[in-house]
């Protein structure tokens, strides 16, 4: 991954079929050796379900594999929205670069074509989904944990707390190039929900007063271009970028983070953020419900507080063993005495940011285009717009009453009040 | 300037001699119109006075040339401090990217060539270095408004308000790969002066105190420690990052900013900061004195305000002309109605980083390395010693009481209690 300026070796690209793959990895040794025997004994099952790539697992004698190609396009929208296949480029990147501080949270690397964008990862069985199981009601007792332990590990190694900036702005200059998706980002996250789009996907006429008090809030938009421009303007360490529910999977006993094709340098706050929130729609989703819920939207309440306390601490024990050896906080600067007090104004500025990408991820997921899962399960329009709009509802507080949120038992203990009356 | 990674041709640079320098100019023939005749008629100065660069003065009949080498060291201390030469691949880069903003305030680019790291601009006749105008008492009633003008333009066009982030961040790729003097800035502006370290330079004994009680300040450190991650993680704007008095030229009509060498993506408050603390210091070193400054040292604290308010009404001015198209504050978003308030509270979070890295601007320069000719000017050591102690004085104050220097008329009202007593 030295080569900091991806060649588009665009006109060799084509999309693969499903028929193509055995062949293809036929090509590669390590890659064939690990699936075992003959291409002709290999399975290629298409699993797409995202928005953005083709993905086949492929079955061999010896093992399985997962291989992944970025298609020209946006996958729901075909031919309309034209998206440049660079992203597998960066995804591959961002995996080789984080592995190393992650082992076990994510999928291994094992190859990366750059003509046909293809990555090709250890296939994870039998996993599932996170958003999946929370939409099931299954309790990944784990999950939440692994997740806090890779967001952690991930984001200070990368941060000017570990890392001389030399090293750090490698990072910045090569993620800082994958434009396509961080311009989806800024879009679809930060800017259409506060305006009329025809982009905008929310139900209507349920949620147009709250869609039309949300473009009409000055206040409310002046709180969003503060985090917007954190986005865009405070490259604290490498972000997944898309570390949503969707972007995990889980068994009973392990946990692994996928799909960093959204890398990007950018504020910590806005990985642990979007987790959070979709944690937090993921409660809103099950309100009103005729089953009983109840011990399982506490459960998911409990998740979000062992995710904010676990980040903590692991992101303290590595500075703590790690650190020191960036530019941030040099050693030199901060004794064992001294250091506690710049550790907790750092985690303190990095809960700022988490409750204001928290309420912004919320908003897009119910105002903008890319809507989840979770409220699609409820099948009463009626009932999800009322979900909608309260999740809004606290959204809409953290933005503009961040400082009645001081810590996650704080969030964690007001989110009630803004669930169904 | 479309190459984003510069190729290193390292193997044919080498130093000029003075001797080459004709030979060299005649082949690039827009260059030789310019100065018009024929090689033989030309004259040669060597005028270099910084510490990193070979500079030529070049005289034609028809006109002269500033001619610009970098060197493969730090100047003074020759093959001690060895230096890529890549800066003026930089410097060059800077100065093609700003002077659209700001015709008339820079010298006027008119060659780079990519082996001999030489970049050939505007001869800058009969222009000063502002600060030796500062140190002789001279007043040139223009230079602070020309700098805020410079300032506001250059830093308003390359910043998210007016800008798509695909652009900026070309520019955040390409000058993050600006190590070598970003690591000089990192090591000699924000951390050496808070440790013991061999390259600090400051009066001892007179000064061995005040220097141990900034080593010895956590408070202190901590608030560093803020504005050196906004330097490393605060990219808004592009920054010419070395913008003290030494870094214009001045007559009683006309002023240039040059050497942007030291070219970022970083806070817009540090340029703005250190052209302040270069301004008091300047009123600093003349304290104590004989003679009756009184008048002029008035006029200096004049000029800090004249500068922040031309700065801050110029970008305001650019704002609400030339904004909006970026991802910042979007047209869609704000009305004439709502921007005033966001605009507001973007320029005092830029006073809130200048009143920082004028603190650490002031502190740097008379306990770190590079010092500057305005102390060095006075000749009684103790004295000086006072005067640069005084002026340590305000800089801790700016980082531990923010909050009493709301804007600059707190700041200029607030030095003289920082005087000499």
Redesign the interface.
């Known amino acids: 991954m030295s080569d ?2 991806p060649t588009p070796h665009t006109h060799d690209y084509r999309v693969l079929q499903r028929e193509e793959i055995a062949t293809l990895l036929a090509q590669w040794p390590a890659v064939a050796a690990r699936l075992g025997g003959q291409p002709a004994q290999w399975t290629v099952q298409d699993v797409a379900d995202g928005n953005l790539n083709a993905v086949y697992l492929v079955e061999g004698p010896l093992d399985g594999l997962c291989v992944k190609q970025s298609l020209p396009y946006v996958r729901v929208a075909k031919d309309d929205w034209p998206l440049s296949v660079e992203r597998a480029y960066f995804e591959s990147a961002y995996m080789q670069r984080t592995e190393p501080f992650v082992p076990g949270l994510v999928p291994q690397f094992l190859h990366f074509d750059a003509t046909l964008r293809v990555i090709v990862m250890e296939r994870l069985q039998p996993h599932t989904i996170l958003r999946k199981s929370l939409i099931e009601g299954v309790r990944h007792a784990d999950a939440a944990r692994a997740v806090a332990d890779f967001a952690a590990a991930s984001l200070f190694h990368t941060s ?1 707390i570990s890392t001389p ?2 090293r ?2 490698q990072d ?2 090569l993620f ?2 994958n ?1 396509d998706l ?2 989806i980002t ?1 879009d679809l996250v ?2 259409d929900p ?2 009329v789009h025809a982009r905008n996907r929310y139900a209507s006429p349920q949620l147009a007063a709250v869609a039309q008090s949300l473009r009409d809030d ?1 206040a409310l ?2 709180a ?3 985090f ?2 954190h986005y ?5 360490a490498l972000l997944h970028g898309d570390l949503h529910s969707g972007s995990v999977m889980v068994t009973q006993t392990d946990t692994r983070v996928i799909d960093g094709e959204f890398a990007w340098v950018g504020p910590i706050g806005f990985d642990t953020g979007m987790f959070i929130a979709n944690l937090l729609m993921a409660w809103y989703a099950k309100a009103g419900h005729s089953g009983d819920t109840t011990g399982y939207r506490a459960w998911i309440l409990e998740q979000i507080a062992v995710f904010w306390q676990r980040f903590h601490a692991q992101f303290l024990a590595h500075w703590n063993t790690h650190g020191g050896r960036g ?4 050693d ?3 004794d064992a ?2 250091l506690p ?2 550790q907790a ?1 750092f985690l303190q500025d990095v809960w700022a940011d988490t409750l204001g990408f928290t309420a912004i991820e919320i908003i897009r997921r119910t105002i903008g285009f890319s809507q989840i899962a979770d409220f699609g399960a409820v099948a009463d329009v009626d009932l999800r717009a009322r979900q909608q709009a309260a999740a809004i509802a606290l959204a809409r507080d953290l933005l503009l009453h961040p400082a009645r949120y001081e810590d996650v038992q704080a969030l964690v203990s007001a989110v009630p009040a803004f669930g169904l009356h």
């Open positions: 900091r300026d000017d900036f030399e750090k702005f910045v200059a800082s190039q434009h961080q311009r800024v930060f800017i506060y305006q000055a938009k002046a969003v271009a503060t917007r421009n865009l303007a405070k490259p604290q530019d941030g906080y040099p030199s600067h901060f005495t001294a007090t710049v104004a």
